[in-house]
């Protein structure tokens, strides 16, 4: 995105390259929050709080580099701007285009591209890491380790991560996932179930083995597992238990 605003006529006039429209460079940012768009307010006896920058107003640019405008947008204008809606703004450029389709695809389709990274979940985070991991090109051999990535999304979301996790799996990648969203469970190949309590009073492996064998779990012998009788129902599969 900063290439297409160095691209433009007023940029090249001025001689200004892509880092110009970069808030991580002194150049083009603001220079009172030093890009950041808020700055922090000290306050007596409690702590600090964020103002919105009283310079910029969040902009997180200086006055010069906002007039340049490329399809009558700024860069921070750009950079309100959610996923999705960027998706089609910038339809027509594809080296743009092809990471975001990939954030919409794994369900961040409602981020904004400045959002602070400080913003986000952990559950956002790591669907951001793994949308980068999924740009390059895949060896087949990584071990993907990601702490419960559906976290706050919904469930047509989870699918869509869902198939780009399949995606690395299928390209001979392993994917372990803690997860108690019980559809991603059902969707693997290997189930852990770790229980049979929360903290102190968990830890011990119930039961393993494909989705189908750990709903079973409690049929066999008592192993208490709480996971069992509900993945069960996420598998459609219909078993007296208790
Ligand atoms: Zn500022």
Redesign the pocket.
């Known amino acids: 995105m900063r290439a297409l605003f160095a691209a433009t006529k007023a940029a090249r006039a001025k001689r200004w390259d892509a880092g110009r429209f970069s808030f991580n460079v002194a150049k083009g940012?603001?220079?009172?929050?030093?890009?950041?768009?808020?700055?922090s307010v000290e306050l007596l006896f409690m702590p600090s709080a964020y103002a919105p920058?009283?310079?910029?107003?969040?902009?997180?640019y200086n006055p010069q580099t906002l007039t340049v405008t490329w399809e009558d947008r700024t860069i921070a204008g750009i950079l309100g701007l959610t996923v999705d809606e960027a998706c089609a703004v910038f339809a027509a450029q594809p080296a743009v285009l092809r990471p975001l389709v990939l954030l919409r695809e794994i369900g961040l389709g409602y981020l904004r591209l400045g959002q602070p990274a400080t913003e986000l979940s952990g559950g956002e985070a790591q669907r951001i890491k793994l949308a980068t991991e999924l740009q390059r090109a895949q060896r087949g051999d990584a071990l993907y380790v990601l702490d419960e990535p559906t976290s706050g999304l919904h469930p047509a979301d989870v699918d869509k991560l869902l198939a780009q996790l399949h995606g690395l799996v299928d390209a001979g990648n392993t994917v372990l996932v803690v997860e108690h969203d019980l559809r991603v469970v059902a969707d693997s190949d290997w189930v852990i179930d770790l229980g049979p309590g929360a903290g102190d009073d968990g830890g011990r492996i119930l039961a393993s083995g494909t989705p189908e064998h750990v709903s079973r779990a409690n049929r066999s012998r008592v192993v208490g597992s709480r996971t069992a009788p509900y993945l069960a129902e996420a598998l459609g599969l219909a078993f007296a238990q208790r």
């Open positions: 940012r603001c220079a009172t929050c030093d890009g950041e768009g808020f700055v920058c009283p310079t910029c107003h969040g902009a997180r």
